[in-house]
């Protein structure tokens, strides 16, 4: 009976034997599976790693040779560092020697001319930008054109002299804000803005205007960069900034100096020449009409009975006569003739490329316009005149003589009338 018992027991042992060596051998095929698949991946990585090192190897040896040639490198660039800086110290030195050549010029052309230099502009826009300076003559409101490169003369019309209007040109627009102005010729006619409503000069198509100011801010007159093509390319704001300093300086400097010799020259009373002056002025006349051969006349006239304005009504009537005798004469002759006061209630009238005839009709116009004026008092105011034409050797002096003695003839004839020398005629 245990014989039959024991003989299951072993079969079922034998049975999980067989179960558990079949389990073993799938595990252990597994197994051998993973490894392998384990072993190709190891393989792939070595592969990428070897091939990763190799690129290392390569990048070191790049950077090797790379730090061998910063050396060389090194001083290459220090030789172009030292290169630059020699230039910049040169363009340096060359700017201050231009700044100090413009400053100690005294004529405001040249020293405008020079101080262009530092503008450095492209040779190649020459045609197609124009570059100006206008001074503000604060007497008449106008800006009058002082120096210009590549203007012409139709533009140069514009130019010339402007009134400080709003509308008239951008110049005087930027002179009357004292600020940039910039007008293109597609925006001129419908801007709104003050600043950019002007009408071109035919041909500009954009209009540059910089004021010119003095430290305080006070407006000397302005420079303009006029281009007839949008595509130029103009100096750097920098030269610009540069360039308007060193010409505020030119200018103001100008103005200073015009001022003391405009002083030296005027006659404080009545703002015309004063004698010193016309004497300068007619010796140099005399010099060029004996270089040229040109007719050359004077006219010496004084205010008829003046003593009795003075008498009368007083030193501060006689001074308001004088002033206004002075005027009256000066609108009556043309620009470029000179008039001065010669002394007292005498003034000099001096008349280029003039003769004896035409002097006298000058003098009657003068004589005229005295006459017809109206005055705060009842007194009418009248001159006397004496005409003198320049002969060979006569001196300033005898010219003048000459014309004192008509003077002289016309006082004792009557007054209020003119008479020539008998040698002018």
């Known amino acids: 009976m245990t014989e039959y018992l024991d003989q299951p027991f072993s079969v079922l042992i034998g049975l999980l034997a067989l179960v558990l060596l079949a389990g073993m051998a799938v595990v252990i095929a597994r197994l051998k599976s993973d490894i392998n698949k384990l072993e190709l991946a190891s393989n792939r990585q070595l592969k990428r790693l070897s091939a990763r090192l190799s690129e290392l190897s390569s990048d070191c040896d790049e950077l090797s040779t790379a730090i061998e040639r910063l050396p060389r490198r090194a001083a290459l660039v220090d030789h172009s560092n030292s290169a630059v800086r020699a230039i910049s110290r040169e363009l340096a030195e060359q700017e201050t020697r231009i700044i100090k050549s413009i400053l100690n010029e005294g004529d405001l052309l040249k020293g405008l001319a020079k101080a262009f230099e530092l503008l450095q502009a492209d040779a190649g826009s020459a045609l197609w930008v124009a570059y100006s300076v206008s001074v503000l003559d604060q007497n008449r409101n106008v800006l009058k054109l002082a120096w210009h490169r590549g203007v012409n003369e139709p533009l140069s019309t514009h130019l010339h002299e402007v009134k400080l209007l709003h509308g008239t040109l951008p110049h005087a627009t930027a002179a009357l804000l004292g600020e940039d102005v910039q007008v293109s010729a597609g925006t001129a006619d419908k801007s709104a803005d003050k600043r950019q409503a002007h009408d071109l000069p035919t041909g500009v198509q954009v209009w540059h205007s910089y004021p010119i100011k003095k430290i305080d801010g006070d407006v000397l007159g302005t420079f303009d960069l006029l281009r007839f093509h949008e595509g130029i390319p103009l100096p750097d704001d920098d030269r610009i900034a540069n360039y308007l300093f060193v010409i505020s300086i030119i200018v103001e400097r100008h103005s200073y100096l015009s001022g003391l010799l405009s002083q030296a020259r005027t006659d404080r009373l009545t703002g015309i020449n004063n004698r010193g002056h016309a004497e300068e002025s007619l010796i140099k006349e005399i010099g060029r009409s004996q270089r040229y051969r040109n ?56 008349l280029s490329e003039t003769g004896a005839e035409s002097a006298m009709v000058v003098a009657e116009n003068v004589r005229k316009a005295v006459e017809s004026a109206r005055f705060d008092f009842a007194q009418s105011v009248t001159i006397s005149a004496g005409v003198s034409e320049f002969v060979g050797r006569d001196t300033s002096q005898t010219l003048v003589k000459r014309a004192d003695d008509a003077l002289y003839k016309a006082k004792e004839a009557g007054r209020n009338r003119i008479f020539a020398h008998p040698g002018a005629c």
Not at 305 to 325: I, P, R
Request: charged fraction near 25%; charge should be negative; glycine fraction near 8%.
């Open 295 to 350: 007719p050359l006349s004077v006219i010496l006239f004084d205010i008829d009975h003046f003593k009795s304005f003075n008498d009368t009504y007083g030193h501060d009537v006689g001074d308001l006569v004088l002033q206004e005798v002075a005027r009256l004469a000066a609108n009556a002759i043309r620009a470029t003739d000179v008039i001065g006061r010669w002394g007292g209630e005498e003034f000099l009238i001096i």
